[in-house]
């Protein structure tokens, strides 16, 4: 209520005394209805950009691309997530063995971002202990082991060092991507636990540097115990799953019908746009409290029809927006991205020797 309050002090100065009584109850009624609506989200900026999967997994080539950055801000974006795996950086199976000319290659990213004023996200897409991309076995585990907390905590304060001194505007670290379902092997104590270990092995280093953790239940639920942290949050874009992954070889997704938009059912429920507004309730609740989010995965795999996944995602963005929530496209390049995503039935406009998807383009541009 700051720029009302600000506005009933710039009226008392223009009204006489003898009248400011009988005109001010007027003026306050037309200053706030003219007012506009505070956002729901406010502590993070909107950031509004793609995943970037350099490092992502053990097929990465590792090689950042220079344009990625330059056509994004050329486009008016102005975030982008890199999800990485620790094994690239490290030598073998020695997880406290560095190889500095990887770190050398993410620098790049770095360097880039900054310089087309891109906020970049650095993110474990895998850490010690725990990933959700299955291609590999870890050889602990995150949320119960004090060995791999303590490596996890390492590599978290090498980049905390790597980079101190970079504004947060430019750059944040967001610490593990999608932790699981509360069950046997971990318990919401533990990720706690794990992300307060870490935030204070950061901030010993960087105390101003920007952290985001991902909510639970693979980024679909936020956590209102971390809220002390004064640290974002991270929600996922990808509800309902059988609509954005139909198909996909890495989920249980033969019995998948095929997707509709709008009244895919999914779970015992009809989802549409009121359901996707249901589904985000509790980020909002978290927002309004003070909280940072921002939605740091979405998107639609290729075999659902472009059409559904087109109108499908005009929803999913207008509901982030009218929440002030920014997203960031899984992926820029790839299966669910606007570039050479393969899709059967698009029609792709030539750009730089790549196929562009102009409509899913139009659409984020517009969000």
């Known amino acids: 209520m700051t720029r009302i309050s600000l506005s009933r002090r710039q009226l008392i100065k223009q009204v006489s005394a003898t009248t400011m009584i009988g005109t001010m109850a007027h003026f306050s009624d037309t200053i706030l209805a003219d007012a506009p609506k505070e956002p729901d989200q406010w502590i993070l900026p909107r950031w509004r950009g793609f995943n970037l999967q350099y490092f992502f997994s053990s097929q990465s080539d590792c090689r950042p691309i220079e344009n990625d950055f330059r056509w994004m801000a050329d486009w008016g974006f102005n975030f982008a997530r890199l999800p990485m795996s620790y094994r690239h950086w490290c030598q073998k199976d020695d997880v406290y063995a560095i190889k500095e000319s990887m770190l050398e290659e993410i620098d790049k990213a770095v360097q880039w971002a900054q310089k087309y004023k891109i906020h970049l996200s650095l993110n474990f897409h895998r850490g010690p202990g725990y990933s959700i991309n299955r291609e590999l076995q870890e050889p602990y585990n995150l949320w119960k082991s004090e060995k791999a907390l303590k490596a996890f905590c390492f590599h978290w304060e090498l980049f905390a060092k790597r980079y101190n001194g970079i504004s947060p505007k430019a ?18 104590g533990d990720y706690e636990r794990v992300v307060r270990a870490t935030v204070k092995t950061i901030r010993k280093v960087d105390p101003n540097r920007q952290i985001i953790i991902n909510g639970l239940f693979w980024g679909n639920a936020p956590l209102e115990e971390l809220a002390d942290l004064n640290i974002g949050q991270s929600c996922r874009g990808y509800q309902p799953f059988q ?5 996909a070889s890495w989920v249980q997704s033969k019995n998948f019908p095929v997707p509709v938009w709008p009244d895919s059912k999914w779970s015992g429920h009809r989802w549409n746009r009121k359901r996707l507004e249901y589904h ?23 075999y659902t029809s472009h059409k559904v996944a087109l109108d499908w995602l005009t929803d999913l963005m207008g509901v982030l927006k009218g929440h002030s929530i920014g997203y960031a496209l899984w992926n820029l390049k790839g299966s669910f991205g606007i570039l050479d995503s393969n899709r059967k039935d698009v029609d792709y406009k030539e750009f730089h020797g790549h196929k562009l998807d102009k409509k899913m383009l139009d659409i984020l541009l517009r969000h």
């Open 171 to 188: 750059l944040s670290f967001d610490l593990i991507n999608e932790p699981p379902n509360p069950n046997g092997l971990m318990s919401q």
């Open 243 to 247: 609509l954005t992954h139909y198909k």
């Open 280 to 302: 985000y309730k509790p980020w909002v609740k978290l927002a309004r409290k003070g909280v940072g989010v921002h939605c740091g995965e979405c998107g639609c795999y290729k």
